[in-house]
């Protein structure tokens, strides 16, 4: 069966300092990947996706990067902090491939509370 | 913009009776439409989904219907129990520009109390 794991399940850092947070999965090959956000009082906002190793799509501009070093491998990264980072950021990955499958749901890991202070 | 939309932040249902949620998007590119339940502190997990083709699907205590022309979709979870007090996601994908890629609505907090 597939897993999906992510860590760390909280953070606490400074502005300013940098930020990695890992997402691995396993038990599946070439699974889509993304990294989304929970801000207080918000939705799920996505903020990156990737379909395949070193292909990384932003949806939206922001202080964040993220790389995939391999193919069941997501980082979310950051070099400064900012306040309005603070947020719970969930990974999650699905089947298929560019060509569509019928099946898209996402599974998501457990999350990780970051906070910026 | 937001091209799911969960218009209602809140909803309250007495144990037993039916939970409705709501959910409407814009993009005619969506095909396929999910719904999710989220705990606190917790990632979401799947819940059950439809595709454009169908109008109609259940599982249990939960069905959803999608209504294409409205591009409307609702959830019904009847009877309701309190363990189904969450925050529930809209959540949908498609062709073209969106493939691949999951839009989620901002939720919908479902209280059920007894």
């Known amino acids: 069966s597939q897993t999906i794991h992510q860590w760390p399940a909280t953070l606490v850092q400074p502005v300013g300092s940098p930020l990695s947070l890992e997402c691995t999965v396993e038990g599946t090959s070439n699974p889509n990947l993304y990294w989304y956000r929970q801000a207080a009082g918000r939705g799920l906002q996505l903020l990156f996706y990737?379909?395949?190793?070193?292909?990384i799509s932003s949806e939206v501009p922001q202080n964040l990067s993220a790389s995939r070093p391999q193919d069941r491998q997501f980082i979310l990264s950051s070099k400064k902090l900012l306040l309005s980072d603070s947020g719970f950021y969930l990974c999650?990955?699905?089947?298929?491939?560019?060509?569509?499958?019928?099946?898209?749901?996402?599974?998501f890991g457990q999350g990780t509370r970051l906070t910026v202070v | 913009d937001q091209q799911v939309k969960q218009n209602s932040p809140s909803l309250s249902v007495q144990e037993g009776r039916i939970s409705i949620l709501n959910c409407d998007y814009t993009n005619s590119m969506f095909d396929y439409f999910l719904w999710y339940k989220k705990y606190p502190a917790e990632g979401p997990t799947f819940l059950i989904s439809?595709?454009?083709?169908?109008d109609k699907n259940e599982d249990g205590r939960f069905t959803v219907f999608l209504n294409k022309s409205a591009k409307h979709l609702s959830l019904h979870i009847v009877p309701s129990q309190p363990g189904d007090s969450a925050v529930y996601f809209c959540a949908a994908s498609g062709r073209g520009s969106t493939l691949g890629r999951l839009y989620f609505g901002r939720g919908t907090q479902l209280t059920v109390w007894p």
């Open positions: 439809i595709s454009s083709i169908k």
């Open positions: 999650a990955w699905s089947g298929g491939r560019w060509g569509r499958p019928l099946n898209t749901e996402a599974f």
């Open positions: 990737s379909v395949g190793i070193g292909q």
